[in-house]
T-cell receptor
């Protein structure tokens, strides 16, 4: 079993819909990261969080440490949001390399 | 401010050859991470350098190695290339404001796409 699990693997939605991507992890962590990868490979860090909730524009990330679960929400989705969204964790103990989920491939249709 | 840069962008090699990939972190960042993204396998952690020292490595054979220079730029070397080394190699940098015991946001470069024939 992977240490970081994401769902769904693939998601197609219509423009304007509210999107939720889920991430569960099974190891102790110091932080959870949400990343966005566009075709061509470039990765952008969207959020790093260790508790509670963060918001940036139309993106919201939440984490429940007790349940080892995080969600990424996109409000008023737009075709430019189409990308792969990757959940990753920093394990307890330091600023080590990240452990990644397999990603959620999101397509927003106009 | 310039982001993380990597060179080359694309590379084609044959089995058994050696390759060197380069990464320049964001100015002021002392930590450099290397990741491999092979088709169907997802992103995997390769190596972590901080202040010139290798701090940790992922589950990769010793033919994957690297170093970090005094200016914090880094090289990833892969010897005796195998077909399964074909992947996108990503470098990320971070400024560890709290020291190496505390994680921080990682900023990724555009990657080097390596094809092994």
């Amino acid at each position: 079993k992977n240490e970081v699990e994401q769902s769904p693997q693939n998601l197609t939605a219509q423009e304007g819909e509210f999107i939720t991507i889920n991430c569960s992890y099974s190891v102790g962590i110091s932080a959870l990261h949400w990343l966005q990868q566009h075709p061509g490979g470039g990765i952008v860090s969207l959020f790093m969080l260790s508790s509670g909730k963060k918001k940036h524009g139309r993106l919201i990330a939440t984490i429940n440490i007790q349940e080892k679960h995080s969600s990424l929400h996109i409000t008023a989705s737009h075709p430019r949001d189409s990308a792969v969204y990757i959940c990753a964790v920093s394990r307890l103990g330091g600023a080590d390399g990240l452990t990644f989920g397999k990603g959620t491939h999101l397509i927003i249709q106009p | 401010e310039a982001g993380v840069t990597q060179s080359p962008t694309h590379l084609i090699k044959t089995r058994g050859q050696q390759v060197t990939l380069r990464c320049s972190p964001i100015s002021g960042h002392t930590s450099v991470y290397w990741y491999q993204q092979a088709l169907g396998l997802g992103l995997q952690f390769l190596l972590w350098y901080d202040e010139g020292e290798e701090r940790n490595r992922g589950n990769f054979p010793p033919r994957f190695s690297g170093r970090q220079f005094p200016n914090y730029s880094s090289e990833l070397n892969v010897n005796a290339l195998e077909l399964e080394d074909s992947a996108l190699y990503l470098c990320a940098s971070s400024f560890l404001a709290g020291g190496i015991d505390y994680t921080d946001t990682q900023y990724f470069g555009p990657g080097t796409r390596l094809t092994v024939l």
